[in-house]
């Protein structure tokens, strides 16, 4: 399929059924999951969002199970035997790489591009990991908490001179990679810690408030539920 056809790739996230040839499989709370389905919102590609559960230790991933179709399970498994998601098929062909397909996806469809300057790639891209040990941290003085607010300010510090997104004004991958890892910190780290961004970081909650108003966030996002209950065995074990 050509840029120039007037025909989209369907994304497919969820589904009760198995269609003959799904092109998109993906956990709704898992934030690299999010990056295609973001990308074709912002460049208006249609969809349908299909999820496709898996045991938690076939993916190697903390998601809960959102039903119990094992008939659906095995089909995923025997076309995905890794288990990974996101899943796509373009071409007769299956990938299962977030960053491959979101490039694919901008390669095809270059109209409204979202790639990011090389320079700025590595942009914010120790938050989620330091979030991460933040909300799995027993110890409230192991220095966590301050290892992901220094990772924030550094990023706010950075929209203060380069906003009000990563790219300037433009949104590009970067910026759809982030917002889900942010909506994630934002609502674990609310709920399980009782912890918010500080009023000290204001380009951080502007860009956070920008990002997360966007078609490509409101219709892609995880329900916030499913976030909570996502990373429940990774805080309590």
């Not at 790639?115 to 966590?144: C, E, M, N, R």
């Not at 810690?193 to 500080?198: A, F, I």
């Amino acid at each position: 399929m050509s840029s120039s056809e007037t025909t989209h790739p369907s994304l497919v996230a969820q589904c009760s059924q198995w269609p003959p040839h799904p092109p998109l499989s993906k956990f709704a709370s898992s934030p690299p999951s999010l990056s295609p389905t973001s990308s074709a919102t912002e460049k208006h590609l249609p969809f349908e969002l299909k999820l496709v559960d898996l045991p938690t230790s076939q993916t190697g991933t903390f998601l809960p199970f959102l039903s119990s179709n094992l008939h659906l399970q095995k089909v995923f498994l025997k076309i995905n035997p890794d288990g990974k998601v996101p899943l796509v098929n373009l071409d007769d062909k299956w990938i299962a790489d977030s960053d491959i397909i979101t490039q694919i996806l901008e390669d095809k469809y270059p109209e409204s591009p979202l790639t990011t300057p090389p320079d700025k790639a590595s942009v914010g891209s120790k938050i989620f990991s330091t979030f991460i040990g933040f909300l799995k941290s027993k110890d409230p003085k192991d220095g966590t908490e301050q290892a992901l607010i220094n990772e924030l300010s550094t990023f706010n510090d950075y929209l203060k001179l380069n906003g009000p997104f990563v790219n300037g004004d433009q949104v590009s991958s970067i910026d759809l990679s982030l917002a889900p890892k942010l909506y994630h910190m934002e609502i674990a780290l609310g709920h399980y810690k009782s912890w918010s961004v500080p009023d000290s970081l204001p380009f951080l909650k502007s860009y956070i408030k920008s990002i997360f108003s966007r078609d490509s966030f409101t219709k892609t996002s995880a329900l916030k539920e499913d976030v909570i209950a996502g990373w429940r065995p990774k805080v309590l074990g």
